[in-house]
C-alpha cells in the first residue's frame, strides 16, 4: 500500500516531478541549441529527477513517480520516464488550477487583438449571408403562397414529421444495445458500474429504483444485509439482461413478468429467506444456470422442466423432500446439487440423465437407493451420499461406466457387497469413511484403476457380539464368508457351535489379504481409527505411496504387504501398540516419512526419517533412549 501522505502531499508531489521533468528537457533543450545539434526533448532517468528536484526523500520520489504512472501523467521509456502532453494539460488545468496555456501565434497583445477582428470580421460575415438566406428563404414561401402550393408543402411537412416519430417509437420498443456505462444515478444510492448494479450501505432499498427502468443492463447484482426486498413488476422490461443475482435480502415472491427475460442465462438467488419460485421462471427458456441455495424451498415448481438449456441446478440447503418429475426433461443438466434437504431416497427423477456429470445429495435423511435411481447416467463422474442414513450398500441395476468418485462416508453401513461393487469399473475414489464396515469383499480388488480407498473410523479386524451358534453370523463374516482366517476366529465359532442358542458369541472379523491385492493403481490407502491386530496380506501395492494405519492394535508391521511398497513414501502407525520396528520398513527405497508416535518401542535410537514434529518433546521425556528406526 502507498505511504499514509495527505492529498495535498500527494498533489505537491506529483506537481514536483512534472515541474523537475519539464526543466530538465528544457535545459536538454538549451543544451542542444547552443551546441547547433537538433533540440529534443529526450526521456528523464530516475536518477536526474531525484538529482535536480532536490528533494532528500528518495522513497517520497519514488512514490511520486509511481503516481504519476497511474495517473497516466507520464509514461516510461528504457528506464527513463517522459511526460503525457496531452493528459499533463488536462492534470494542470484541473488539479493545479493552471491557466490554459495558448498558441505561440496568441502569445502576444497584438496577436489577440488581430485575431479578435478575424473572428469579429467573420461574424459580421456570417451575419450578412444569414440574412441574405433568410431573405431567399421568405421570397420562395411567398411565391408558394402565391402558387397555391403552401397546402401540399405543409402535408410533407406533416408526414415527414410523422415517419420520424414512428422510426423513433421502433427504437424505444427495443432497448439499444448495451454499452460500457459509469456514472451515479441521482434518483437513488445505486451504483452503475460496467453494467452491474450494487447496492450502497444507506438509504436501505425495498425494491429497485424506478431509473433503470429500460436501461441496457447485462448483468445485475444486489447485495444487502437481511433486510426486506421486492423485484417490481417492471423487472421484464430489462430484455438484455442475462445474469441476475440478488443475495444477502429477505425477498418477496417474484413477480409474473420475471418470465419476460428471454435473455437471461444465469440466475442466483441465495441467502434471500425464499420460500416459493414462481411458475413464471419455466418462460426462461435461455437459462443455463439457476442457483437457489441456503433459502426455505420446500418444492420446485412443475415448470422447471421447460428449461431445455439449463445445464447447472444448485437448491443446497433447503427444506425439499423430493423433485418434481418434469426434472427428468432437464436433458443439458451437468451438475445437480440437492445437498442439506430433507431427502429421504435418491431422486428417481433424476434416471436418464445422459450428460450429467455430478450429483451431490450429502447431508440429507436418505436411507433406501432405488435400484433404478442412477439408470442412464452414463456421463455421471462424481457421486455424493455422504452424510446420510444408509445401512446397506446400493445395489444398480445398470452400471456407471464414468463413474470416478463414490463418496458414502458418515453412513451406518456394515458390509460392502461383490456385486455392487461390479457396477463401478472405473472407480478412482472410494470413501467410507465414518461407517460400521467389519470387512472387506474379495471383489474389491477387481476396481484395477482405484487410486484413493478411505476407510478410517469403522471396526474393520474389531469384534462383535453375535446370539446363537455360528449359523446366527451375519454374511460376510469370518467364520461364514471364508475359511478361517485366523485362530481366534475359528475358536470362537467353535465356542459359539457347542454353546446354546442364548450363548454370545465374539467373533473376530479380519480383512482378507485378496481383498487389497493387486490394485496396482492405489496410490492412497486410509485404515486409521480401525480394529487391526495386524495388516492385511496385501500383495502386489506397488503404486502405494501414502499408507495410515494409525490408532490401530498393530503389535508388529510384519506381513507381505510392506515389501510389495516399492513407492511407499509416508507411512503413519502411530498410537498402536508397536514394541519393535521391523527391518522391512529400511528396506523400503521411497520412504520420506515415518510416523511412530504413541506406541511401545524401547531401546531404539531417534532417526531424521521419523516424523520430527511438536510430540518430540514429549516423546523424549517418555522414552529418553529416543524413537525412530535403527540407523544403518
Known sequence: PPPPYSSYTMRASVKLVLDTIESVQEATVEAAVAAGERPRRKPVSYEAIVKASGCPSRQRVLFAIQLCRSLKLIERVKHSYTPIAKNVKAYRRAFLREPATTKKARGTAAAAECHEESTKGKKQGRTKQGQARKGSVKASIAAKVKAGSLAKAAASKKTRTEAQRAKVKAKQRLPPPPTKDTRWLPSCRFYLDNTSLRQSRRPRMNTLPASLRGQPLTSLRVFGTKWPMEIPRWIGSLQWLTQFDISQVQLKPLPSTFGNLASLTSLSIQRAGFTTLCPEVGNLVALEQLRLSFNELSELPSTIGKLTNLQRLDVRNNLLTDLPESVGDLHMLRWVQL????????????AGLALLRELDLVHNKIEHVPAGAFAGMV?????????????????????????????????????????????????????????????????????????????????????????????????????????????????????????????VAAVRFEVPGRALSNLSALVDLNLEHNCLTRLPDAEGLTALVNLDVSNNELQDLGGPMLPGCAALQTLKAGSNRLTEIPPEICDLPALRRCVLLYNRLEGVQFNHRVEANWWVQRFHELYPDGVGLPPK
Open 339 to 350: 445437498g442439506n434437504n430433507e431427502l429421504t431416497q435418491a431422486p428417481e427423477a433424476l
Open 379 to 503: 456421463a455421471l463422474q462424481r457421486l455424493l451420499l455422504g452424510s446420510n442414513r444408509l445401512c446397506s450398500f446400493p445395489a444398480l441395476d445398470t452400471p456407471l461406466p464414468a463413474l470416478s468418485m463414490l463418496s458414502l462416508e458418515q453412513n451406518q453401513l456394515t458390509a460392502l457387497t461383490g456385486p455392487a461393487l461390479a457396477s463401478f469399473p472405473n472407480l478412482e475414489g472410494l470413501v467410507l469413511r465414518h461407517n460400521r464396515l467389519t470387512t472387506l469383499p474379495v471383489e474389491l480388488s477387481q476396481l484395477t484403476r482405484l487410486r484413493v480407498l478411505a476407510l478410517s473410523h469403522n471396526s474393520l479386524g474389531g469384534q462383535r457380539q453375535h446370539v446363537g451358534g455360528v449359523g446366527a453370523l451375519p454374511p460376510g463374516s469370518a467364520s461364514s464368508a471364508a475359511p478361517a482366517s485366523s485362530a481366534s476366529s475359528a475358536a470362537a465359532a467353535a465356542a459359539a457351535a457347542s454353546s446354546s442358542d442364548s450363548v
